[in-house]
T-cell receptor, first 115, second 114 residues
Framework: NAGVTQTPKFQVLKTGQSMTLQCAQD?????MSWYRQDPGMGLRLIHY???????DQGEVPNGYNVSRSTTEDFPLRLLSAAPSQTSVYFC??????????????FGPGTRLTVL | AQSVTQLDSHVSVSEGTPVLLRCNYS??????LFWYVQHPNKGLQLLLK??????LVKGINGFEAEFKKSETSFHLTKPSAHMSDAAEYFC????????????FGTGTRLLVSP
C-alpha cells in the first residue's frame, strides 16, 4: 500500500491564482480530511468527507473547496490564492466515519507559498 | 467543546535522559486522546492512543502516556531519549464516538543533545 499520497510536494503561487492540491489513499478509507499547519498553531481542519459525495466544513474552510467523487481521491481547491494561505497542507484518511478511536493516517504534506 | 494545551513549546534533553512532554485536555465527553510525532519535513505518525481501556498506554519507540482523568492530563514519557526522538510532538483529542474530528495542540518540539 502507498498509504496517503499528496501532490505536489512544493508549490509557489501568485496572489489570485487558483490551484488544486491532490490527495489519494489506497486503504479504502471512508473518512478523509484536509488540515493546514501554521507555526505555533498546530493543525487546523479545513474540510472533511465521510464518504464519496459527502463533504463538510471544518474549522477554517474559507477560500477552499473540496469534492469527493471517489473513495480514493479528495482534492483541495484554492479558488483565489492569498498570502494568508501560505502554509503546509496535510491530507489524512481514516477507516470509518465514526469512532473516535480510529487511527488517522497522514500524507507527507504540501508546502504552499503564496506571493 | 474540546481543547488541548501543550504546556511546553520546546523541551531539551540529553541523550539517555528521560523525556516528559506535557498535555492537558478539556472535553465535554470522555475523550479519545492521541500523541502524534512529526519528524522534520515529514508527515505525522501515530505514537499511541488512549481509548478508555487501560489508562497507561504504550506506544511505539518506547514511548508511553498515562491518562489521568482527575488531572485532565495525558503526558507523554520515555525513560531514555535517543537522538532519533528529536521531532515535534502533537497531543490530540477527539470525541470517543460519532464523527471523529481531531483537535490538535500547538505542538512541543523535542531537542536531543549528545
Amino acid at each position: 500500500n502507498a498509504g496517503v499520497t499528496q501532490t505536489p510536494k512544493f508549490q509557489v503561487l501568485k496572489t489570485g491564482q487558483s490551484m488544486t492540491l491532490q490527495c489519494a489513499q489506497d486503504m479504502n478509507h471512508e473518512y478523509m480530511s484536509w488540515y493546514r499547519q501554521d507555526p505555533g498553531m498546530g493543525l487546523r481542519l479545513i474540510h472533511y468527507s465521510v464518504g464519496a459525495g459527502i463533504t463538510d466544513q471544518g474549522e477554517v474552510p474559507n477560500g477552499y473547496n473540496v469534492s469527493r467523487s471517489t473513495t480514493e481521491d479528495f482534492p483541495l481547491r484554492l479558488l483565489s490564492a492569498a498570502p494568508s494561505q501560505t502554509s503546509v497542507y496535510f491530507c489524512a484518511s481514516g477507516l470509518s466515519r465514526g469512532g473516535g478511536t480510529d487511527t488517522q493516517y497522514f500524507g507527507p504534506g504540501t508546502r504552499l507559498t503564496v506571493l | 467543546a474540546q481543547s488541548v494545551t501543550q504546556l511546553d513549546s520546546h523541551v531539551s534533553v540529553s541523550e539517555g535522559t528521560p523525556v516528559l512532554l506535557r498535555c492537558n485536555y478539556s472535553s465535554s465527553y470522555s475523550p479519545s486522546l492521541f500523541w502524534y510525532v512529526q519528524h522534520p519535513n515529514k508527515g505525522l505518525q501515530l505514537l499511541l492512543k488512549y481509548t478508555s481501556a487501560a489508562t497507561l498506554v504504550k506506544g511505539i519507540n518506547g514511548f508511553e502516556a498515562e491518562f489521568k482523568k482527575s488531572e485532565t492530563s495525558f503526558h507523554l514519557t520515555k525513560p531514555s531519549a535517543h537522538m532519533s526522538d528529536a521531532a515535534e510532538y502533537f497531543c490530540v483529542v477527539s470525541r470517543p464516538t460519532g464523527f471523529q474530528k481531531l483537535v490538535f495542540g500547538t505542538g512541543t518540539r523535542l531537542l536531543v543533545s549528545p
